[in-house]
């Protein structure tokens, strides 16, 4: 084998183990800040569950779906919004820094009952 065709070798198992290595430290430090998923559903009126205790901090994956029709998602304190469409999880990531009472709304007018379909999210310090 030439040397060039060593070097070239040498400098593939390097950059491949370099890689290897940075998948596994990644892996490692996304491990540590999981997120926590939760599921709100949206159906007619209604967010279930429409209250939610978590910590300030912690790392939220959302998992939105609706069971009826078209209803929108809307968390003003975060500027979140979402459109909810039957047979389709939308996923959002939030963390709230601050303690406090964020109250989260259907913004999609949904019939009589609409301006009573809202929830709130309860954070506690850490």
Known sequence: MSSVAVNRRRT???GLSAVAG?????N???GQAES???QLVAKKFVFTPEKIEVKAGQRLQLELST????????LPDLKLRADLVPDQIVRLNLRFDKPGDYVFLCDNYCGDGHEDMFGRFLVTAQ
């Not at 940075?22 to 990644?26: F, I, K, N, Q, W």
């Open 22 to 26: 940075a998948l596994a430290l990644t």
């Open 67 to 74: 069971l009826d029709f078209a209803h929108g998602f809307s």
């Open 36 to 38: 926590q998923v939760i």
């Open 12 to 14: 593939l198992v390097i």
């Open 28 to 30: 490692r430090v996304q």
